[in-house]
């Protein structure tokens, strides 16, 4: 069998499925955005999008190396599958084809493809590697001026929502202005029913709210993260392949103490998550840098916390960089659930969570709902989430 008829088909193993999961151990750039061959240009770009901000390498400081190397990975797939005469010549000729669209051949008008050998490559597709700072700059390229990491989800199917989250359904395009790249990335999946989670807790917790809304307006609870946060996952053992993964909060259960999340695009059943599981990416405004004070005032999205720094890595839309911040170097926004931590004046409360109603500029302090009857003022580097 020659080259052109394996690829052919490959191709059609691939093309009997519309959805499948992506397989970063392959050099097939649509396995491994876990796309079937006759994916849409905005299939694709979907793809390639959230599995970019999964892997960012920003995100995973205590995992670099892996996470760079699947970033670079997802990256070079997609810039294979998003150019036209790349992807043409990959569907018809495999890797060769690839190989010789970098190095500036032409379609040809019939027959075999020869004489690829010469041809450098190595990537998914046959594509040369990228660099971590080609993959940097095409990120930037496809997300343009809007936030990556804290986007505006849209089609949510209902109210709610976390501080900084607003609701929206432009569709950012791919170069360009302050679109969102995640408008569409909830659109069915956030829009339905929760499809039979198949855990009685959620379903009893659902029933019980929707039975006090029916009745009476539902008590406000201080220590719970709102419905509508993003959030990532993290830690997860039994589950870890969704570690990483991007959500909406959608329940809180209060007889099991966890949050209902579903998943972002992905078509699976929400998830039953403890807190300490769960990574909110709100937004936050750099406070009292001294050795960068241009940085002041900037906003910023929370995109993982470094325990071992007691560091908070924060991408800046407005400059299209992460910066790492301890928490005293960052105002929560008002409505933040937070966690207290490092309390020597009142060791009982650390680990309550509760909602940041002020932050007092001249102290650096928040004052902190933690019920209905009891707020109090505590420093900043005692909020972390």
């Known amino acids: 069998m020659n080259r052109e008829s394996q690829h052919k088909n490959k191709k059609q193993k691939t093309n009997n499925t519309n959805t499948m999961p992506p397989n970063l151990q392959s050099n097939d750039p649509y396995l491994i955005l876990g796309c079937p061959t006759n994916a849409d240009d905005a299939t694709l770009k979907k793809a390639y999008r959230k599995l970019a901000v999964k892997w960012h390498p920003d995100k995973h400081p205590d995992n670099n190396e892996e996470a760079t190397k699947n970033f670079q990975k997802v990256s070079e797939a997609y810039a294979t599958l998003s150019d036209p005469k790349k992807r043409q010549m990959y569907d018809q000729y495999g890797e060769e084809g690839v190989r010789a669209a970098d190095a500036g051949a032409d379609m040809p008008g019939g027959g075999g493809m020869p004489g690829f050998g010469g041809f450098g490559g190595g990537g998914p597709g046959g594509a040369h590697h990228m660099s971590q700072e080609e993959a940097n700059a095409f990120f930037a390229q496809a997300f343009g001026d809007s936030d990556p990491f804290g986007g505006l989800f849209g089609g949510m199917g209902g109210g709610g929502g ?224």
């Open 162 to 385: 976390g501080p900084g989250i607003r609701f929206s359904s432009s569709h950012g395009g791919m170069g360009g202005g302050g679109g969102d790249p995640f408008a569409s990335f909830l659109g069915q999946a956030m829009g339905g029913s929760m499809r039979g989670m198949g855990m009685n807790d959620m379903r009893a917790g659902m029933g019980r709210t929707q039975s006090m809304h029916q009745s009476s307006p539902a008590k406000k609870e201080y220590n719970v993260i709102p419905r509508g946060t993003i959030v990532s996952l993290k830690d997860l053992v039994s589950k870890a392949i969704y570690n990483g993964d991007r959500g909406v909060i959608k329940q809180y259960i209060p007889s099991s103490q966890r949050y209902v999340v579903e998943l972002e695009d992905s078509g699976e059943e929400p998830l039953s998550v403890k807190p300490e599981n769960l990574l909110q990416h709100v937004h936050v405004t750099i406070h009292d840098i001294q050795s960068q004070q241009e940085l002041n005032g900037k906003t910023g999205t929370i995109i993982t916390w470094c325990p071992k720094k007691g560091r908070y890595n924060i991408y800046v839309a407005s400059l299209k960089r992460v910066v790492s911040l301890k928490p005293g170097n960052v105002v929560l926004e008002t409505g933040t659930v937070a966690r207290l931590n490092g309390l020597t004046s009142k060791p009982e409360l650390n680990g309550k969570w509760g909602t940041i109603k002020d932050h007092v500029k001249d102290t650096n302090k928040y004052d902190v709902q933690l019920s209905a009857n009891q707020i109090i003022r505590v420093k900043a580097d005692n909020m972390i989430l």
